[in-house]
Nanobody
Framework: QVQVVESGGGLVQAGGSLSLACTASGNIFTINGMAWYRQAPGKQRELVASVNSGGGITYADSVKGRFTISRVNALKPVYLSMNSLKAEDTAVYYC??????????????WGHGTQVTVSS
């Protein structure tokens, strides 16, 4: 079984920085892509940033230039470095991992989320 766990959320003042980490563990063959999503109260879950196995990276327009997603390789954690945080970045941040288990079954796994609160 594959699991995904997020860490690093918390409370920060506007203009500050936070870093999130996401670790996939369990019976993993490979993780092809990992992504960070967020969901603010009363809003739909949205993609924040993603990285695929080839190193391709995408960002939501709202975080470009402020957030950085990084990953060493397919079996290492993925990190989200968030700078110049704004009140509108307040949300629960979720990690998603897509890949294959050791038994070669496709997996699409979500973490439980970590709260990021930016005070203005």
């Amino acid at each position: 079984q594959v699991q995904v766990v997020e860490s690093g959320g918390g409370l920060v003042q506007a203009g500050g920085s936070l870093s999130l980490a996401c670790t996939a563990s369990g019976n993993i063959f490979t993780i092809n892509g990992m992504a960070w999503y967020r969901q603010a109260p009363g809003k739909q879950r949205e993609l924040v940033a993603s990285v695929n196995s080839g190193g391709g990276i995408t960002y939501a327009d709202s975080v470009k230039g402020r957030f950085t997603i990084s990953r060493v390789n397919a079996l290492k954690p993925v990190y989200l470095s968030m700078n110049s945080l704004k009140a509108e970045d307040t949300a629960v941040y979720y990690c998603n991992a897509k890949g294959y288990s050791g038994s070669r079954h496709h997996v699409d796994i979500w973490g439980h989320g970590t709260q990021v609160t930016v005070s203005s």
